[in-house]
């Protein structure tokens, strides 16, 4: 099978996005206690907390999402 470079897992399909993006990964680490998280070197973070900001990203992603499919609005 081809290794395809475009497919990545941090691709942003809608690149106007990033931006709103990073600030969101910003405030979830805030919120988790990590207030200087854009400084951090991640490599040295230990993964569960690594994962607990791209996991909470995911889950506000995921309700904003389905607040506006059910044409509600989002309340953060």
Not at 12 to 37: F, H, T, W
Not at 57 to 65: C, G, H, I, P
Request: net charge positive; aromatic share 4%.
């Amino acid at each position: 099978m081809a290794n395809n470079n475009n497919t990545g897992r941090n691709r942003i399909v809608v690149p106007e996005a990033r931006q709103a993006l990073d600030q969101m990964k910003l405030e979830i680490a805030s919120e988790l206690g990590m207030s200087n998280y854009n400084a951090m070197d991640k490599g040295n973070l230990p993964s569960r907390q690594n994962g607990y900001v791209g996991g909470y990203m995911t889950k506000r992603l995921v309700e904003m999402a389905q607040q506006n499919m059910s044409g509600g609005t989002t309340t953060r």
